[in-house]
């Protein structure tokens, strides 16, 4: 059974560093992509990033500058994926999921926001809070 666990969520000070994995166990599938979605507060479920099995990546435009993403699949039993974010604010508050898809590439890296439907695994998420 494919499970996505997340790591590194809690409290980060306002302009302050986030660092988020992902491990993906389960099965020796390589995803097409990895990536993260994140829900706020009484707010939709939005896009933040993915990255593709051949290193392609998609931000979100309003991340776009203060977010890295990278993917470790040299355990092809258990795949990585890492999320860095710097300069947080109280906007960054939400639910972080995991999420990991298997369709075509092209799927992942042709649509600035790239529909959930696309994605067949999701993490159980968690919590991280920007708040002094």
């Known amino acids: 059974q494919v499970q996505l666990t997340e790591s590194g969520g809690g409290l980060v000070q306002p302009g302050g560093s986030l660092r988020l994995s992902c491990t993906v166990s389960?099965?020796?599938?390589?995803?097409?992509?990895l990536g993260w979605y994140r829900q706020a507060p009484g707010k939709q479920l939005e896009f933040v990033a993915l990255v593709t099995s051949n290193g392609a990546t998609n931000v979100a435009a309003a991340v776009k500058d203060r977010l890295t993403i990278s993917r470790d699949d040299r355990d092809a039993a258990r795949n990585r994926i890492d999320l860095q974010m710097h300069a947080m604010t109280h906007e960054d508050t939400a639910v972080y999921y995991c999420?990991?898809?298997?369709?075509?590439?092209?799927?992942?890296?042709?649509?600035?926001?790239?529909?959930?439907?696309?994605?067949?695994?999701w993490g159980q998420g968690t919590q991280v809070t920007v708040s002094s």
């Open positions: 389960g099965s020796r599938i390589k995803f097409n992509a």
């Open positions: 999420v990991a898809g298997q369709r075509s590439k092209r799927h992942y890296t042709d649509f600035a926001n790239p529909p959930t439907s696309y994605y067949d695994y």
